[in-house]
């Protein structure tokens, strides 16, 4: 069947460097895919999104890109900062529904100053 | 602009009782889905209700799991006889048609003695 899978946390930087959190999936059609991030305390939040191949989503300064011939769609930001310290999530969905949702397990984030 | 509101935050029973969560969706959201998350693991679809209407509940178990989303009031997740292994996170989310952006509620923290 379809899932999602991302790189195992946690992952700990400090401020100012460049993050990656890889993400791949598989499916058998043409899903749309999504990052989604969880503050401490708090429930998800949509980062971005990508609805098809080499589609580019970019949010806050984070960014990701819709690859087909790899089924990546690897996390990207330039320079983080303590506040992007969080969960973050990669999904996929079907048919334009963002409701039936397939998720990776998370990659934890901690960024120290 | 109040979010999605999920109640109770946390909530432990006892082997046997039962659990009721409840969601209130955003104002004017009409499409309710309800998440499970495992320990350590990512959050699993459970099932989609429009008002007073279940869509999709091909992720809910076949046994002792409830969900309804009556005319007046939130939408309920109910689980009876509940055991160890129900211990999670329960999230819902809301959006305002099929293709709509979800919104998380914090979660409802199901721990099971």
């Known amino acids: 069947g379809d899932s999602v899978t991302q790189m195992e946390g946690p992952v700990t930087l400090s401020e100012e460097a460049f993050l990656t959190i890889n993400c791949t999936y598989t499916?058998?059609?043409?899903?749309?895919l999504f990052w989604y991030v969880q503050y401490p305390g708090e429930g998800l939040q949509l980062l971005l999104k990508?609805?098809?191949?080499?589609d580019k989503g970019s949010n806050k300064g984070f960014e990701a890109t819709y690859r087909k011939e790899t089924t990546s769609f690897h996390l990207e930001k330039g320079s983080v900062q303590v506040s992007d310290s969080a969960v973050y999530f990669c999904?996929?969905?079907?048919?334009?529904?963002?409701?039936?949702?397939?998720f990776g397990k998370g990659t934890k984030l901690s960024v120290k100053p | 602009n109040a979010g999605v509101m999920q109640n109770p935050r946390h909530l432990v029973r006892r082997r046997g009782q039962e659990a009721r969560l409840r969601c209130s969706p955003m104002?004017?959201?009409?499409?309710v889905y309800w998440y499970r998350q495992l320990p350590e693991e990512g959050l699993k679809f459970m099932v989609y209700?429009?008002?007073?209407?279940?869509?999709?509940e091909s992720g809910m178990p076949k046994e002792r799991f409830s969900a309804e989303f009556p005319k007046e009031g939130p939408s309920i997740l109910r689980i009876q006889q509940v055991v160890r292994g129900d211990s999670a996170a329960y999230f819902c989310?809301?959006?305002?048609?099929?293709?709509?952006?979800?919104?998380f509620g914090e979660g409802s923290r199901l721990t099971v003695l």
């Open positions: 990508a609805t098809k191949a080499d």
């Open positions: 209700l429009q008002k007073e209407n279940i869509i999709d």
């Open positions: 104002k004017g959201h009409s499409h």
């Open positions: 999904a996929l969905s079907y048919g334009g529904s963002q409701g039936n949702l397939i």
């Open positions: 989310a809301s959006s305002d048609r099929n293709t709509g952006e979800l919104f």
């Open positions: 499916a058998t059609g043409y899903p749309s």
